[in-house]
């Protein structure tokens, strides 16, 4: 008999066990290998606490009833995190004292082409979901679809796109599942991973 998953939106004094859970879900994430690649793992839980506090506060974020076990965050339509201001009033400034000078630039090195791309292929009003992690054991048991299905429904209501971005080639069929699309691909400079950008266009319901 298959377990209904029941999803709820993040209570914020779940925000370190949501950080945790994504550290452990992209630990072996080609960007997370590139970033850390030769140096101290050190501040990737820091980074995923400081993304959903801003999810919560300019967003939502989902995960399934009880202890947590998976996580999706994402930015409402108009609130994209993007640009120095953003960096400056959420605190990522601090990031390269937090996670170390050699991932913070391999870091930048990657996701600079992809908010490039953001600007230039997404909406100007859509659902951009920013992270999207299940703790390793609970993997293969249809949470993230679960997870996804919240906001998805909701830019179906309102006529709305959903855009999102990923390194790792397996998660891109899972996405199509859900209606998402390849927008574009490409290799960042320097050895960084191969990416994805995809988007989904609103369904008739």
Sequence with gaps: MTTEIK??????????????????AFREDPATLYCYSGVRYRG???????????????????TTEGPVNAVAAWFSPGNLPIGLLHMVRTGM??????????????????????ERLHRRNAPA?????YVLGVD?????????????QPVLARADADGLACYLETFNARTVPLYQRHG???????????????????????RRR
């Design 44 to 62: 990737h839980n820091w980074f995923f606490a400081l993304s959903v506090r801003q999810a919560l506060r300019h967003g939502e974020v989902h």
């Design 7 to 24: 999803v709820i939106p993040l209570p914020e004094a779940q925000t370190a066990e949501a950080a945790q859970v994504l550290t452990r």
């Design 180 to 202: 998402f699309e390849v927008v574009a691909e490409g290799d960042p400079p320097k050895g960084a991973p191969h990416f994805w950008t995809m988007m989904r266009a609103p």
């Design 136 to 148: 390793p054991p609970s993997q293969g048991q249809g949470i993230g679809s679960a997870l996804m």
């Design 93 to 114: 400034v601090l990031a390269p004292l937090r996670v170390g000078w050699v991932p913070f630039v391999r870091f930048v090195r990657c996701m600079t082409p992809l």
């Design 125 to 129: 009003r859509h659902w951009y979901l």
